[in-house]
């Protein structure tokens, strides 16, 4: 069982930056690729990106390439969404999601296929 708790989201102006964190409990996180999603009010749950759980391999969505970078601590069981160049349209709750690496799941834009999800973190941009 892993528990996920989201932190670092808030109300930042357009252009800026904002680093968010997810802390998980349990044991052998190295174990559980880790994925971002976002939701915005009125919209599907949208794939930001993944990564694997060594954090040797990304995969982000074309819409956030070049601006997002995700990131883990195996040693501190957290893992972080670097987001730069913040725009209006990127404000949304987000989320992490983790799931048990395994031969059918590896760097997955399904939310789907996660197992487990945090609370979310409400991240706001205004122009």
């Known amino acids: 069982q892993v528990q996920l708790v989201e932190s670092g989201g808030g109300l930042v102006q357009a252009g800026g930056s904002l680093r968010l964190s997810c802390a998980a409990s349990g044991r052998m996180f190295w174990l559980y690729g880790m994925g971002w999603f976002r939701q915005a009010p009125g919209n599907e749950r949208e794939f930001v990106g993944a990564?694997?759980?060594?954090?040797?391999?990304?995969h982000y969505v074309d819409s956030v390439k070049g601006r997002v970078t995700i990131s883990r601590d195996n040693a501190k069981n957290t893992v972080y969404l670097q987001m730069n160049s913040l725009n209006p349209e990127d404000t949304a709750v987000y989320y992490c999601?983790?799931?048990?690496?395994?031969?059918?799941?590896?760097?997955?834009?399904?939310?789907?296929?996660?197992?487990?999800w945090g609370q979310g973190t409400q991240v706001t941009v205004s122009s």
């Open positions: 990564i694997s759980g060594s954090g040797g391999s990304t």
């Open positions: 999601a983790a799931a048990l690496e395994s031969g059918t799941f590896y760097l997955s834009s399904n939310a789907y296929e996660y197992n487990y």
